[in-house]
């Protein structure tokens, strides 16, 4: 169907024009459909069915549109997989596989049954065809992106599912296909099961050593994304030379990059923005530039085939979901999310339809025939549609309910204060800020600077420093104030900054001592010591913090009797939940049961694990536990708070001599509690030496000891 006026101009083959219709329908697809409230994924569709060949013929479905229709393909099963949590995916990983199972055996089973006795076909080609029901691809994945449900259980079901429905479909496929091929041996399944593992367990291997290397040595968003990219295609292509589909290496390469990326750093977002934007829609529009809607008017069995396709693959996979539901007795909207997350037909359908109508029969006909291609398509474009509308709906349904639950809690106050001194501390201490805020936090963020007066050189430095972090935190998403301001004393500036907007926390780069007769905390954190009773937080940081494999986090006796236990504990527990990381509390018996269960009601995702100490020099004997890689927090005390000892003025010494190349984050608890008195001036620190020694960490009386 062409325009007559426009058929000598058209199909366009310009480049520059071809990427400006396709930026128009990526750009108003959304906006129009919006209005009529159709999901944005149907839009890009029926946009691909316009434009394509089969409709007005404006565009051609040239090699660009291969290109980047694989690209968004993979990029659309990397997130999927990126975007899991792998601890809830390890324990709902049973779930996962039970829906991948049923969703496979389901359509397998009513297809091969309706294509022989309805449609008549052979065994041969009853089982490839069925396959093809089987087989699903997360095409409405965006819409949960969008509403922010990513991680919730029936959507980390159904992408764990689909690997397992997609890798069987796959397996089908190969073993047809494997049948026709002249060069089939009795080594061809044997060798392509150890290519498959060997590709695999190469993967799980190198690839997170190699990532681990790659984000310590290269700090770069731009160079990060590039390489993150690069291991996915290397993941897909090794996937291919094995003999399976590209997908499943691109899913795999997602799950081994998966804690080397968190959810809220601005690599994600940098790959999330570039996928849904560019990426992801071609591969949509380029899936309607196959279909073909007048097949189903015209010649041959094409709507009878296209008929029974759509009810066996929509009935199989809503059984499926159906029995998962009643089996772990799961709401009824996690159901519809699991169903219209698991059928949507395109990438492994497409695969196998195109592998069976190439596969020549010794009668000279093909193993899958016209009616069945054409019907392929009108079945990927019904799924597609089903798939988005369902999926739209029960994401929309799950957020309500979420955000109920999030107004039916009281609000934390959260109000985080960076101070920012020197240029090369900004990414480490922002981004760990980034990685313990709440995600839902209404408040920005604040980065300050301090600087004498008079001193313009400093101001401008300062500034720059500042566009540093509200770089960093906008590449995350995340709106953050910045201000420079003017002091006579860096902590008093600090100090009145934290009281004026009524901040709940500091964060702050840790000193580094000029001289060994220098005050291990600087005159800076002492002030801030003396002068704050919120909670403080100290860093430095040897190695990027997403590259951090274990957390090790030693406390006070009586810890939990301060005002501001929970909040570090919450703190923490953010920052291990992000990172994807084992964590080790090291404390009293009685402080461990109270963050065990803490832990276990907000995050129980958290691999935590829980040592009792004696009370002992419990520093040195962590020296012999804690790796480069390792991160020790440390949680402090003030003088005069119930969990201060005196034993404490030791530990900046046991710090230099066995932490100084690992990462270190010293907490100072929060001493503040709502309508209580703050505390008055004869419980700090009578000196400067009391101030610094004090105002620090834990372990038992060892008050003789000084290595």
């Given at each position: ?311 066996i693959a929509l009935l199989g996979k809503w ?85 109920k639950t999030i107004e039916d809690q009281p ?297």
């Amino acid at each position: 169907m062409e325009i007559p006026v426009l058929s000598a101009y058209l199909p366009i083959t310009d480049p520059t024009w071809i990427f400006f219709i396709v930026l128009c329908i990526i750009l108003f697809a959304p906006v129009l459909l919006g209005r009529l409230k159709i999901p944005h994924i149907i839009g890009m569709i029926i946009a691909g069915v316009l434009i394509g060949p089969h409709g007005l013929h404006i565009l051609d479905k040239d090699s660009s549109f291969e290109l980047f229709g694989k690209v968004g393909l993979y990029y659309i099963m990397f997130l999927a997989s990126l975007e899991m949590d792998m601890q809830d995916m390890k324990r709902i990983g049973n779930k996962a596989f039970v829906l991948g199972i049923l969703a496979f055996l389901f359509p397998l089973g009513l297809g091969i049954i309706s294509n022989i006795w309805i449609l008549e076909y052979n065994l041969i080609t009853s089982v490839l065809l069925a396959s093809m029901y089987a087989s699903h691809t997360l095409i409405a994945y965006p819409i949960v992106i969008r509403y922010g449900i990513s991680r919730h259980r029936s959507v980390s079901i159904a992408v764990g599912g689909t690997i397992v429905t997609d890798t069987l479909t796959l397996l089908v496929l190969a073993v047809i296909a494997g049948m026709f091929k002249e060069s089939t041996g009795d080594w061809f399944w044997p060798l392509m099961f150890i290519k498959v593992l060997v590709v695999g367990g190469f993967m799980i291997y190198a690839f997170p050593r190699i990532g681990r290397w790659f984000f310590k040595k290269y700090n770069d968003g731009v160079v990060q994304y590039i390489f993150v990219l690069a291991m996915v295609f290397l993941g897909a292509g090794l996937m291919e030379l094995a003999g399976m589909e590209g997908i499943l290496g691109a899913f795999l390469a997602g799950i081994v990059l998966n804690r080397l990326i968190p959810r809220s750093s601005p690599l994600m977002n940098h790959l999330e923005f570039v996928g849904n934007a560019l990426f992801i829609p071609y591969f949509l529009i380029s899936v309607g530039m196959i279909i073909d809607v007048q097949i189903l008017f015209g010649e041959g069995d094409a709507l009878r085939v296209a008929t029974v396709m759509i009810v066996i693959a929509l009935l199989g996979k809503w059984i499926a979901s159906f029995v998962t539901q009643k089996i772990y007795k799961m709401s009824g909207v996690e159901r519809d999310l699991m169903f219209g997350l698991s059928n949507a037909q395109a990438a492994a359908t497409l695969a196998a339809v195109l592998v069976g109508y190439n596969i020549i029969m010794p009668d000279g006909s093909r193993l899958l025939g016209e009616d069945v291609l054409n019907g392929t398509v009108i079945l990927i474009l019904v799924t597609c549609i089903v798939s988005s509308f369902i999926t739209e709906h029960a994401a929309r349904k799950i957020t309500l309910q979420t955000e109920k639950t999030i107004e039916d809690q009281p609000l934390e106050d959260e109000k985080v204060l960076i101070a920012l001194a020197y240029p090369e501390t900004v990414n480490p201490i922002v981004n760990l800020a980034l990685m313990m805020r709440q995600e839902h936090c209404e408040f920005p963020m604040m980065a300050l600077n301090v600087v004498l007066d008079d001193d313009d050189a400093a101001r401008e430095r300062g500034q720059k420093i500042l566009e540093q972090a509200t770089h960093i935190a906008s590449a995350a998403n995340v709106q953050m104030q910045s201000k420079v301001r003017l002091a006579t004393n860096l902590a008093n500036g600090i100090i009145h900054a934290m009281r004026e907007n009524d901040y709940s926390e500091v964060v702050v780069g840790l000193h580094v001592q000029s001289s060994p007769t220098e005050s291990f905390f600087g005159p800076v954190l002492l002030g801030l010591l003396s002068g704050l009773n919120r909670q403080i937080m100290m860093v430095r940081s040897t190695m990027p913090i997403n590259t951090i494999r274990r957390i090790h986090v030693a406390i006070p006796e009586k810890a939990e009797f301060e005002a501001g236990f929970l909040h570090w504990v919450e703190r923490i527990g953010r920052l291990a939940e992000g990172l994807g990381c084992r964590i080790d509390y090291h404390g009293h018996p009685k402080t461990l049961k109270h963050i065990r269960k803490y832990l276990l009601k907000k995050h129980p995702s958290i691999r935590a694990e829980y040592h009792e100490t004696d009370g002992g020099n419990e520093l040195k004997r962590l020296s012999q536990i804690i790796r480069e890689d390792h991160l020790l927090v440390v949680v402090c005390a003030r003088r005069g708070s119930i969990s201060f000892r005196p034993s404490f003025e030791h530990i900046p010494h046991q710090i230099k001599k066995y932490y100084m190349k690992n990462s270190l984050l010293l907490v100072f608890p929060d001493t503040y509690a709502p309508g209580a008195m703050p505390a008055m001036s004869i419980m700090q620190p009578r000196t400067a030496r009391d101030r610094y020694e004090s105002g620090n960490e834990w372990f038992g009386p060892w008050r003789k000891l000084k290595e």
